[in-house]
């Protein structure tokens, strides 16, 4: 099944339920689905569930040959969030880097350079929900926001990637498969056009793994021709995960550099 049609409902999330927002599409057919209603079930991923955790395994080919990063979320709706990422290849003393948000503040420690930030939430932009704007104009308001432009926030909030970069190139379901041991549909995608421009070349492409039941992005494969530069995979998936209450506490250790 392809599909070269944009697709543009990012920001179109039905009308709420007894105050809270409820997916479209509640689940979807045993057959696969055409690119379209992929998307539009990725979008409401997150309101799928009331708190998850979810571990990341990201690869990335470099100069300096393959990179690993792990980046573990614990998420509870509303606004309640912490981002963990560290680097194995650089041993596990202070090696960690922190960002957690209560919906009013966003910390933020690095425990390798041992500086912090504390800073408001940063507001969104005005007006990009008004209804008269084209759809690809308008953007998804998360109920629980994530670090801008990572793997959490691709993964968990997939509507903007949908709408962004895979919508703008050639897109079809090809399968089914298994990560993290749960069912995942398989979407690739052919020179989509928003990426940077190094990687803006004719035989760019993606493929990605999305979890039949959640809508979550499971595993994120880049391809520049047959060459894997970044995959990204979800080791461990636990909607509706029990966290305790301390999760969300966070306090700068000492000797901590803080800067705004």
């Known amino acids: 099944?392809?599909?070269?049609?944009?697709?543009?409902?990012?920001?179109?999330?039905?009308?709420?339920?007894?105050?809270?927002?409820?997916?479209?599409?509640?689940?979807?057919?045993?057959?696969?689905?055409?690119?379209?209603?992929?998307?539009?079930?990725?979008?409401d991923a997150e309101l799928r569930f009331d708190t998850l955790r979810i571990r990341i395994e990201e690869r990335a080919a470099t100069a300096e040959g393959e990179h690993l990063t792990l980046i573990e979320t614990l998420l509870r709706h509303p606004g309640l969030a912490?981002?963990?990422?560290?680097?194995?290849?650089?041993?596990?003393?202070?090696?960690?880097?922190?960002?957690?948000?209560?919906?009013?503040?966003?910390?933020?420690?690095?425990a390798t350079h041992r500086l912090g930030t504390a800073r408001p939430v940063r507001r969104p932009v005005a007006g990009l929900d008004d209804?008269?704007?084209?759809?690809?104009?308008?953007v998804y308001r998360p109920v629980t926001p994530l670090p801008a432009e990572t793997l959490p926030q691709t993964f968990i909030h997939p509507a903007g990637f949908c709408q962004n970069v895979l919508a703008t190139g050639r897109c079809r379901v090809t399968g089914e498969a298994n990560v993290a041991g749960r069912e995942a549909i398989v979407l690739e995608c052919d020179h989509p056009r928003g990426t940077e421009v190094w990687a803006d070349r004719p035989d760019h492409r993606y493929e990605v793994s999305v979890d039949r039941e959640t809508g979550l992005i499971t595993r994120l494969v880049?391809?520049?021709g047959e060459q894997v530069t970044r995959d990204a995979r979800v080791?461990?998936?636990?909607?509706?995960?029990?966290?305790?209450?301390?999760?969300f506490e966070f306090e700068f250790p000492a000797g901590t550099t803080t800067i705004y």
């Open 1 to 43: 099944m392809s599909s070269v049609r944009l697709w543009d409902r990012a920001s179109q999330l039905p009308a709420p339920t007894n105050g809270r927002p409820r997916p479209e599409i509640v689940a979807l057919p045993p057959s696969l689905p055409i690119p379209e209603q992929l998307f539009t079930f990725m979008r």
């Open 222 to 224: 880049e391809l520049i």
């Open 131 to 138: 209804p008269d704007l084209p759809g690809m104009s308008t």
């Open 235 to 247: 080791v461990t998936l636990e909607p509706d995960a029990p966290l305790p209450p301390t999760t």
């Open 82 to 110: 912490r981002v963990t990422t560290t680097e194995p290849k650089r041993g596990t003393a202070g090696n960690y880097e922190v960002w957690i948000s209560d919906s009013e503040t966003v910390r933020t420690y690095s």
